[in-house]
């Protein structure tokens, strides 16, 4: 039902978030690009490109510039590169001459004199840069690899030396040197550590770590919904460590069971609160560097019905900012809290009838007087200066439009100088970077060419002269380039993936455009469509329809989109005409009223929109088969295709559902809740909003998919829909894949065997004539 992330929530945003990714790169390198021996395919050869020239080769491979580190000095950016003899080397590039400097050679990395490099996984820089923290040996720890072990290298005499002492290989986390880079702060095993780096001396600062008490991280469900992973920050002045600490006892215990990786089955149990229950208590503490008594923070209300959803330092090393929401998600105070005492004054209030989100990128200047926030009170999300000493809150932005992200702040401490961000204000399907003053004296102003169309994305320097600049755009794969700003001029084009447009050129061959239709009330809702590149129409072609449809992802946007693109185009080829409509709700950057106007309508308004649209288009194009119409989603988008297929089943024919949430009450309590109200009072709607209350007006053919290991969107709700279809001799075609996850791609040949059964369900269920 959610991510992707925000990979986040993994193929739920695959439309927003595969803009600036190489979403094309195969994990099933080996697999033959032929049927199996005995096995024919019932699908026509003539195409351009196969299925396993997606999702088990290289052919549509995407290139992606190396992930970057803008330096304090301004002197450059620092990127990871392969050397002559295999090893990565950490190299400094000059935006402007490209002058390039090896800073760290991957034999400076070496364990010891016969070892090899150690394989970095991340890297951080100290302020000075003359100390460098490696992240290695990595492992999962709930839905991302958080857990290894850190190394530090002391540039000046070439030292090396690993952190913990004797820890348990691959149990440190976000390890993070201190204002002065003279010691590192980590967590390993729900406490919090300090270690000095000259006499490598470690202080433990917690003591009562334990699997249900957790200090300095998070449990999977605030992990997932309100990105928070790394749950400490150190104070500007080095004295002291803020922390979250999370007491999971009473949440319950979901189970997952392995009947593949050993002769019995193995269970695996974590603490996931699902809509209703109990939900772990959080809160926020101070305690000094060198070791001691924690403070707490005293804010209101019970602990297990609010959330903790941000904290940081406030600009100086005496307060935090902390952001606390009620249960219901609608009402969040941004709170002052007094870190020597505890006590707390509440700032700012947001508030809606639905939900509010959490703001990031609070800036803070002034010695904490001033901060920079984000609010939709205006009904759009805008940028405004809090002043404490002042008029409070004072609009830098305004308009209807939103402010979709910050790029960066560059200020000084007084707070003269300019937000950089993300926005769009006449296309909600492009992103376009703007900047304004901080001090409110001018207009936003866009920093984008006006004749530079599609979704771009920025990391601007810490100075703010330059940035990484990248750009997809349709059927387009990203490009990246090196530019100056405020003028945006091109100063090197460093990855523009020309070998895939190459290849792009010769096997792409679908028509493809966007368009609008007008759903019964009069909304206007943006759509694409990708039509077979000998397109007739005089002829009637059968419609696949492609649908997340929940306000975690956006699908029609002028962006690259990867593998989804490509199979969509692949389809066309076999005569199928492929559209997507973005419904009301989904991550668009059309408002507020937009987004919260599926609050508890959830599988309701939102295949309306989708029937609505259908209807529009059966009027407008005669060239569409209304008796072959099918349907497919993944996360959000499965759970949308099954109510499209059971409240109106004689428009859509056939469905494909990829790890569906089927009955919304057996999703976590932070997203559901959110979107769908509070159990007991939400109980009708609940009802009402879930897939398997409607499973009875199953007319047309389903394609139900679950990966048993998923541990976000539970296989239990596949089996209760399974449960209630029975009951209905409702049949219909359905496949478990062992131990995968949300995404169902682990595993050698998962990708290529999943979309080869789908291609094949609607060959047969929809055919092409």
């Known amino acids: 039902m959610n991510r992707f992330t925000k990979t986040t929530k993994i193929l739920a945003l695959v439309a927003s978030a595969a803009l600036f990714t190489s979403a094309c790169v195969s994990t099933d390198s080996n697999a033959l690009t032929e ?102 040996n990595t492992r999962r720890s709930w839905r991302t690899h958080t857990l290894g072990d850190y190394w530090v290298l002391n540039r000046e005499n070439g030292r090396l030396f690993q952190l913990g002492g004797d820890a348990p290989e691959s149990t440190l ?21 300090v270690q000095d780096l000259s006499s ?229 399907l492009q992103r376009y970077l703007f900047r304004v003053a901080l001090d409110g004296s001018s207009e936003a102003q866009r920093i984008t060419p006006a004749d530079w169309s599609g979704s771009h994305s920025y990391r601007v320097s810490r100075d703010g002269r330059f940035a990484l600049h990248y750009v997809s755009r349709k059927g387009v794969p990203t490009e990246t380039r090196m530019i100056s700003l405020p003028d945006h001029s091109v100063i090197n084009e460093l990855e523009m993936n020309e070998a895939l447009k190459a290849t792009l050129a010769k096997k792409i061959t679908s028509q493809s455009e966007f368009f609008q239709v007008t759903a019964r009330d009069g909304l206007v809702l943006d759509g694409y469509v990708m039509r077979p590149a000998d397109f007739d129409p005089n002829k009637q072609y059968p419609l696949i329809m492609y649908i997340y449809g929940e306000p975690w992802g956006q699908t029609v946007a002028d962006g690259w989109q990867g ?90 024919h056939a469905g494909i559902a990829l790890a569906p949430v089927p009955d919304l009450r057996l999703y976590d309590t932070i997203y559901q809740e959110r979107y769908s109200g509070l159990l007991p009072e939400a109980a009708d709607s609940y009802e009402e909003t879930s897939a398997v209350t409607h499973a009875a007006n199953l007319q047309g053919d389903l394609l139900l998919v679950h990966g048993t290991a998923d541990d976000n969107v539970h296989y239990q709700g596949t089996e209760r829909l399974k449960d209630e279809l029975i009951k209905h001799n409702k049949q219909f075609r359905f496949m478990a894949y062992p131990n995968r996850t949300h995404g169902i791609r682990e595993g050698e040949g998962t990708s290529l065997h999943l979309r080869t059964m789908m291609t094949e369900f609607l060959w047969e269920k929809v055919p092409v004539r």
Do not use: C
């Open 35 to 136: 049927q199996p021996r005995g096995q024919t395919s019932p699908l026509p050869s003539d195409t351009t490109f196969t299925l396993a020239d997606i999702y088990a080769s290289d052919m549509f491979s995407m290139k992606s510039f190396p992930t970057t580190r803008w330096l304090a000095d301004g002197s450059g950016y620092t990127t990871l590169e392969q050397n002559e003899n295999g090893g990565r080397d950490i190299v400094r590039y000059h935006p402007e001459t490209g002058e390039r400097t090896v800073l760290v050679s991957a034999d400076l990395l070496r364990p010891s004199e016969d070892a090899d490099p150690l394989r970095i996984a991340d890297y951080q820089w100290s302020e000075d840069a003359q100390q460098l923290l490696i992240f290695t």
């Open 563 to 652: 593998q989804t693109y490509l199979w969509h185009d692949y389809m066309t080829q076999l005569g199928y005409v492929v559209v997507s409509i973005d419904n009301r709700g989904t991550r668009s950057p059309r408002g507020r009223d937009w987004r919260h106007s599926i609050y508890m309508q959830l599988g309701i308004v939102t295949v309306r929109d989708q029937a609505d649209a259908l209807d529009e288009m059966l009027a407008r194009w005669s060239w569409i088969d209304g008796n072959r119409v099918a349907m497919w989603g993944h996360s959000g988008g499965g759970s949308q295709t099954l109510n499209a297929l059971f409240r109106y089943p004689d428009k859509f």
């Open 200 to 428: 490598r001396e470690i202080t433990q600062l917690t003591h009562d770590g334990s699997r249900d008490l957790i200090n300095g991280t998070f449990d999977w469900v605030n992990e997932e919904e309100f990105y928070l992973r790394d749950g400490f920050r150190w104070s500007p002045d080095g004295s002291h460590i803020a922390y979250w600490q999370v007491d999971t006892s009473g949440v319950p215990m979901f189970t997952m069971i392995d009947n593949v990786s050993a002769l019995y089955p193995t269970l695996t149990e974590f603490p996931y609160p699902k809509v209703g229950e109990t939900n772990s208590s959080l809160r926020v503490g101070v305690l000094p560097a060198n070791g001691g008594d924690t403070t707490w923070m005293q804010l209101p209300g019970d602990p297990r019905d609010h959330y903790l959803v941000r904290m940081e330092w406030a600009g100086n090393s005496n307060e935090l900012m902390i952001q606390q929401m009620n249960r219901a998600q609608n009402f969040m105070q941004f709170w002052l809290a007094n870190a020597q005492t505890g006590t707390a004054e509440a700032l700012i209030t947001e508030q809606s009838n639905a939900w509010v989100e959490q703001v990031d990128d609070v800036r803070f200047f002034r010695n904490g007087q001033s901060f920079i926030w984000q609010s939709e009170r205006s009904g759009y999300r805008h940028l405004y200066r809090f002043d404490r000493d002042g008029d409070g809150l004072t609009p830098l932005t305004s308009g209807d439009y939103d402010v979709i992200e910050i790029a960066e702040i560059v200020a000084n401490d007084q707070g003269q100088g300019y937000a950089w961000f993300i926005a769009s204000p006449e296309n909600p």
């Open 173 to 193: 986390q976000f390890a993070k040197f201190d204002p002065a880079g003279t010691r590192v702060a980590y967590v390993m095993q729900n406490n919090i550590y």
